[in-house]
Nanobody, 120 residues
Framework: QVQLVESGGGLVQTGGSLRLSCAAS????????MGWFRQAPGKEREFVAT????????IHADSVKGRFTISRDNAKSTVYLQMNSLKPEDTAVYYC?????????????WGQGTQVTVSS
């Protein structure tokens, strides 16, 4: 069993910043790759970013490129999502997951999510 716990969400003004953390525990995933997704009310889950096991390769969704950065600290078993220049359309529940790629089907384990709300 792999457990993923997100933290760092909250309420922020337009243009502000937040850093989300995802702490992993339990059995490790063989690929060691991780990703972030988000889901706004009434919308389907959307890919945000993914990172490989070493951190040498990342993919960011076009909607967040230049504003969000995924990173990891394997010594702490933690993946981060630094979010800058936040916009109201970034408001969503953010989920971390173990896997790779833009499709949610590529991820086997999911956290419970953390709410990010950006005021307009």
């Amino acid at each position: 069993q792999v457990q993923l716990v997100e933290s760092g969400g909250g309420l922020v003004q337009t243009g502000g910043s937040l850093r989300l953390s995802c702490a992993a525990s339990g059995r490790t995933v063989s690929s060691h790759a991780m990703g972030w997704f988000r889901q706004a009310p009434g919308k389907e889950r959307e890919f945000v970013a993914t990172i490989n096991w070493s951190g040498s390769n990342t993919i960011h969704a076009d909607s967040v490129k230049g504003r969000f950065t995924i990173s990891r600290d394997n010594a702490k078993s933690t993946v981060y999502l630094q979010m800058n220049s936040l916009k109201p359309e970034d408001t969503a529940v953010y989920y971390c997951a173990a896997g790779w790629g833009r499709a949610s089907a590529g991820y086997a384990y999911w956290g419970q999510g953390t709410q990010v709300t950006v005021s307009s």
